[in-house]
């Protein structure tokens, strides 16, 4: 069922939701950008329609929200573990198609990569409901056609589109039929907006060869990328994580265990006992991002970890591009087997 309202009927219905639901967005943070006078997009939780960006992509995910970049799992004492307590109202999470496709990788990892599903992950997501923004162009650095996560069909409550000052929604929870049905002037059969075309093209490989590890094709990264991990920390399909123990006393027995995101390009991340240490240089941590995002995960689950957001470019300090790394890797890939 889809339907037509205006913002104003759209914010009454968001308050009469927020009695059930938190609702978490993308938000534009004015002069909170990395340089100054600059404005970043990052996820926050909102009460009306003009707080949500919707011209803008996010720079930030919404991973946050089921991952956040500090976490505090439990306390303990010298006998004694409690669990943190947890916000459990339901949240709605508005986010774009890309980053729809990017919650099925969140889960592919937390919940479906082995036997135990991620305990506390598990907790979060079941309280968190989705609402798709539509995309009615691409942005920057955008590669979704070519990775296939430029639309979405199913997965959210309702759709979010705002055409013509109007909002546009695609009801696909029944639940929310009610209240659409209470706000809305229309009644419309409504198909969320998605993009078909990007600027920016990308070739992946079918088959890597093993040799593409002694590649020289790494080696411009040793140099140019400086190892500051905010490719990683925007990505709305990174899911590494640390634990830190925090002590609250000289004896080291109280405290609080948090889980921390962690970044594979970051120095230090493939530290082992003993004083190894798995990838070194800047070069071999490109590598292995890169394989991971359109190689390992395919390997596992069958289709690409990368969802062609864009934002590791968007952000990087070295202009180092994703989509270009991965061209460069189709094109040494091709080049290996013609030797
Ligand atoms: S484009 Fe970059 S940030 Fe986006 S999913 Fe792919 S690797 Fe992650
Ligand atoms: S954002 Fe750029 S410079 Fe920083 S770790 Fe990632 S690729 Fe390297």
């Given at each position: 069922m889809g339907y037509i309202m205006s913002q104003e009927s759209f914010d009454a219905m968001l308050d009469e939701l927020s009695s059930t639901y938190r609702i978490w967005a993308p938000v534009n943070?004015?002069?909170?950008?990395?340089?100054?006078d600059t404005d970043v997009v990052r996820y926050d939780f909102v009460?009306?329609?003009?707080?949500?960006?919707?011209?803008k992509k996010s720079d930030?995910?919404?991973?946050e929200i089921l991952t956040?970049?500090?976490?505090?799992?439990f306390f303990f004492t010298e006998d004694e573990v409690k669990e943190a307590n947890r916000d459990v109202k339901d949240v709605l999470v508005f986010l774009r198609s890309c980053d729809m496709h990017a919650l099925k990788r969140q889960d592919d990892i937390y919940?479906?990569?082995?036997?135990?599903?991620?305990y506390f992950y598990d907790q979060m997501r079941q309280h968190v409901h989705f609402v798709l923004m539509g995309c009615s162009h691409s942005y920057q650095e955008c590669f979704c056609v070519d990775m296939g996560s430029?639309?979405?069909?199913?997965?959210?409550v309702f759709s979010f589109d705002i055409i013509d000052g109007n909002i546009h929604s695609d009801v696909?929870?029944?639940?929310f039929n009610n209240v659409f049905k209470k706000y809305a002037g229309q009644e419309k059969d409504v198909t969320p907006q998605y993009v078909t075309e990007n600027d920016v093209h990308v070739t992946i490989p079918n088959e890597i060869p093993l040799s593409i590890y002694k590649?020289?094709?790494?080696?411009?990264?040793?140099?140019?990328?400086?190892?500051?991990?905010r490719c990683n920390f925007v990505c709305p399909t990174c899911t590494c994580y640390t634990m830190q123990d925090i002590y609250y006393?000289?004896?080291?027995?109280?405290g609080e265990r948090r889980r921390v995101c962690a970044s594979?390009?970051?120095?230090?991340?493939t530290n082992v006992a003993?004083?190894?240490?798995?990838?070194?240089d800047q070069g071999e941590r490109m590598r292995f991002k890169v394989l991971h995002k359109v190689y390992d995960h395919r390997q596992r689950?069958?289709?690409?970890?990368?969802?062609?957001?864009g934002r590791c470019t968007n952000v990087c300090p070295e202009y180092i591009s994703m989509a270009a790394a991965i061209n460069k890797l189709n094109k040494t890939v091709e080049e290996l087997k013609n030797e």
């Open positions: 943070k004015v002069g909170e950008g990395r340089h100054t009460s009306w329609v003009k707080e949500i960006e919707w011209e930030y995910a919404f991973k956040p970049l500090s976490q505090t799992l919940l479906h990569n082995g036997k135990e599903r991620d430029n639309q979405t069909k199913d997965g959210y696909k929870d029944e639940t590649s020289d094709m790494w080696d411009e990264y040793k140099t140019r990328c400086i190892g500051c991990g006393t000289d004896n080291g027995k109280v594979c390009m970051v120095d230090g991340y003993g004083g190894g240490q798995y990838r070194r689950f069958g289709y690409d970890m990368c969802v062609g957001c």
